[in-house]
């Protein structure tokens, strides 16, 4: 389940299930935004990005879809393994200006 | 080889104290950031060099002066360290003036936590 307010949202999976975390962005003038998993004691690491002439793009296991009317950006992973338990974060950029980071959503896999 | 490595990786200092964080960059980008991680995980950027000179100092407190000796290197000192100084500081690079074209985004290091008592 979600949990919202003071603390991370966190969202509970089983492992084999297919997980979506979802991030609203805050400016209309953002063209690029990328997806960052941020495991325990580590820095972010790019998951997978999309440019917003795209609706969706695909990776390995993971997809990305960009809603623009409504400033959406969502993170699909099918067959969420344990390894894939950590905070997740949506960035968004434009032209010279440096990534700015959403929330961040806690992806917990129950085995 | 570690891409972007910070050092060190804890610190734990009092109140008022002056403390330095190093971050050196091996990927050859021309581009390198603080960034500011507080308790609820927020990341905030704080600075941004390109090819050694300042580019953004995003409303952060002189106490915070950003150095950077050469595009491979960008160091952060804080002087008269506060309780609200608290936080995981990450460094960063990226391959071009703030835009990511490169695909990858920004090459994070695994942070520095500052603990202030």
């Known amino acids: 389940g979600e949990s919202v307010g003071l603390h991370l949202p966190t969202l509970s999976v089983q492992e084999g299930d297919n997980s979506i975390i979802n991030c609203a962005y805050s400016n209309s003038a953002s063209d690029y935004f990328i997806w960052y998993k941020q495991e325990s004691g580590k820095g972010p690491q790019f998951i997978i990005d999309i440019r917003s002439n795209m609706d969706k793009r695909q990776g390995q296991r993971v997809t990305v879809l960009l809603n623009k009317t409504v400033k959406h950006l969502s993170l699909q992973i099918a067959a969420t393994q344990p390894g894939d338990s950590a905070v997740y974060f949506c960035?968004?950029?434009?032209?010279?200006?440096?990534?700015?980071f959403g929330k961040g959503t806690r992806l917990s896999v129950i085995a | 080889d570690t891409a972007v490595s910070q050092t060190p990786k804890y610190l734990v200092t009092q109140m008022g104290n002056d403390k330095s964080i190093k971050c050196e960059q091996n990927l050859g980008h021309d581009t390198m950031y603080w960034y500011k991680q507080d308790s609820k995980k927020f990341l905030k950027i704080m600075f941004s060099y390109n090819n050694k000179e300042l580019i953004i100092n995003e409303t952060v407190p002189n106490r915070f002066s950003p150095k950077s000796p050469d595009k491979a290197h960008l160091n952060l000192h804080i002087n008269s360290l506060e309780l609200g100084d608290s936080a995981v500081y990450f460094c960063?690079?990226?391959?071009?003036?703030?835009?990511?074209?490169?695909?990858?985004?920004?090459?994070f290091g695994s942070g520095t936590r500052l603990t202030v008592v």
């Open positions: 960035a968004e950029n434009r032209w010279e200006t440096p990534l700015v």
């Open positions: 960063a690079s990226s391959q071009e003036l703030l835009r990511t074209r490169a695909s990858y985004g920004y090459t």
